[in-house]
C-alpha cells in the first residue's frame, strides 16, 4: 500500500488555502489497535484524517493539537491528537459500538455521536492552550469541522472527510480535505467553490470513491477547485504514531501523588498500565513504584 501524505497547497492566487490527504494506513492501523467496529473506525478514521491535516497547520515544532468530541451517542466519545508533522494518535471510549449500516451500506456515524461538544486545543507552548469549544452540528464530524471554523476562528473553510471499507471491514480508502477562504477572497470565487463543495458532500464515498480510481489527494484538490490555479505547496507524510515510553509513563505514575503511590506499594502486586492510544502495556514492580515515590 502506498504511504499516507497531505498536500498543502493554494489556490485563486492565493486567494485560497487547502489541504488534502490520503490516510488509510492511519486508520487502518488504528482499526487494528483498537479493534473498531465498522461504525466506530468510521467515525474515528474521519477524526484521525481531519486532525492529520489541522496537526499540520500549526506553526511551531512542538505544537500539538488535540480534537476531543464530547458526546451522549453510543460511541460514548472520540480523542485524537497530532503533531505539526501529520503523527497522529487517537481512539474511541467504546470501540465496540454496533449501528446497522443503511442500505447503500453507509455507517451511522453522526447516530454514533449523537449530541455533543467538539473541543480543538491547541498547544502552542504558551502558559494556557487554545481551546475553542463548539457544539455539533451534525455528528458527521467534516460539517462540525466546518462550523467549528466557522465560528470559533471565523475562518470560512469546507471540511471533507470520508472512509471506505471493505467486506471484512479493513479500511480500503480514507481520506479527505479542508479548504479555507483568505479575507481578499473575492464573492464570484467563493460562490464556486460552494457549488462544487456542496456537489462533493452530498455525494456518498466521494473523496473514497476518486481514490478507488487511482486518482490522489492532489488530484482530489484540482478537482475541488476546477476553475482556478492549484499550486500544490508541499507534500508531508502522514503516519499513526504514539510516542509513549516506559520513561513517559513513569512521570506520569509518579505524578499520582504520594498516597497513592504508597498504597501501591503496600499492595505489593507489580501495576499494569496501558496506553489508550497505541495500546501497549507497561508493568511497574514494586521497586520501581518505590523508587518513583523516591
Ligand atoms: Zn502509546
Known sequence: ?????????????????AFAITSRNIVERARQIHNTSPVATDALGRLLTAGAMMGSMMKGENDLLTL????????????????????????????????????????DVP?????????VIKDMGMKEPYNGRTH????GIARDLTYYYATSEQVP????????????????????????????ADDGLIDSLE?????????TGFITGLFEKGESPEDLLRYIMRDTDVEILEKIPARYHCNCSKERVSRAVASLGQSDLQEMIKDGSPIEVNCQFCNSHYIFDTEELKELAG
Do not use: W
Open 1 to 17: 500500500m502506498d504511504n499516507d501524505y497531505i498536500v498543502r497547497a493554494s489556490a485563486a492566487g492565493h486567494q485560497l488555502r
Open 68 to 107: 476531543q468530541i464530547e458526546c451522549g451517542g453510543a460511541i460514548g466519545g472520540i480523542t485524537v491528537t497530532a503533531d505539526v508533522n501529520a503523527n497522529v494518535k487517537g481512539y474511541v471510549k467504546n470501540p465496540a459500538v454496533f449501528m446497522p449500516p443503511d442500505p447503500q451500506g453507509k455507517f
Open 111 to 119: 447516530g454514533a455521536i449523537g449530541p455533543g461538544f467538539l473541543n
Open 136 to 139: 455539533l452540528v451534525s455528528g
Open 157 to 184: 473553510s469546507a471540511v471533507g472527510l470520508g472512509v471506505l471499507m471493505d467486506r471484512d471491514n479493513f479500511v480500503r480508502q480514507a481520506g479527505g480535505f479542508i479548504i479555507q477562504v483568505m479575507p481578499e
Open 195 to 203: 457549488a462544487s463543495i456542496n456537489h462533493i458532500n452530498s455525494t
